[in-house]
């Protein structure tokens, strides 16, 4: 079975794949035209978030039969082409389910110490005290949007800090958690309450500038929000306004359009 390869992965990765008996066809740094030719007689393709797997690469690719996504998102595949074609995509949806809540637990805890403007500073050589005076976590208000295994990962963790946590998901409903874990609220009334924002929800059409400068504007002035999801669910040209005018405490992202 010939397999594409078109985002770098280590060593040790590309060992397993060839001690599989696989005829690996490794690209990690080609042009999407070079993508697109070397896909035209491969079965499978494997992928990472650098590559966009278009409509017209799909149609293409005469013998695709898989595409495998190693992470969560796909939208960075033309799904409706493959699956019209018959192509089967895959994803590994727990592979970075810790990491990424980790991730947005430190991204919170450097905005409420002001830690990035100590950095900052301490790289130009200042040492501003009065400007690093931070806020504490315990008692503060944690808003989770989106409470899959990533945000419910989150919300643990937050939960021994004294946050309280609450959170908006359409498919999920008080029932599903235990008594003082969560109080589950619609999109407004998180909007209007929390101290932090933190977003966990994929990228589509009803998620897509979810937190626009209206939205952002209706956030407390004091408040942070923090996206570690997809680029996109928040406008960035929105989000840069509203921080320039402090309609809004900060922003942690690490995603982007």
Request: proline fraction near 3%.
């Amino acid at each position: 079975m010939k397999v594409l390869l078109s985002d770098p992965i280590t060593d040790a990765g590309l060992a397993i794949l060839n001690d599989a008996g696989l005829d690996i066809v490794y690209l990690p740094s080609g042009t999407p035209e070079e993508k697109q030719t070397a896909a035209r007689d491969v079965h499978g393709w494997i992928i990472r978030s650098g590559t966009n797997i278009t409509a017209d690469m799909i149609q293409s690719s005469q013998n695709l039969l898989v595409i495998g996504r190693a992470g969560v998102g796909v939208d960075n595949i033309d799904f409706p082409s493959a699956t019209r074609k018959g192509v089967v995509v895959m994803n590994t949806p727990d592979v970075n389910t810790i990491s990424a809540a980790e991730h947005t637990v430190a991204l919170m805890l450097t905005l409420s110490r002001n830690i990035h403007l100590g950095h900052s500073g301490l790289e130009k050589g200042e040492w501003n005290r009065h400007q690093l005076v931070g806020t504490e976590l315990r008692n503060k208000t944690l808003g989770i949007v989106g409470l899959g295994k990533i945000g419910r990962e989150v919300m643990d963790r937050c939960r021994s800090f004294g946050m309280k946590i609450i959170g908006y998901d359409p498919f999920v409903n008080q029932d599903m958690f235990r008594e003082n874990e969560i109080k589950i609220v619609d999109l407004d009334t998180l909007t209007e309450t929390a101290d932090f924002i933190s977003l966990h929800v994929p990228l589509n059409e009803h998620t897509r500038d979810l937190f626009n400068y209206d939205r952002l504007c209706r956030m407390k002035s004091s408040a942070r929000i923090i996206n570690v999801a997809r680029g996109g669910i928040i406008n960035e040209l929105d989000l840069a306004k509203a921080v320039t005018e402090e309609k809004i405490g900060g922003a942690a992202i690490d995603v982007f359009t």
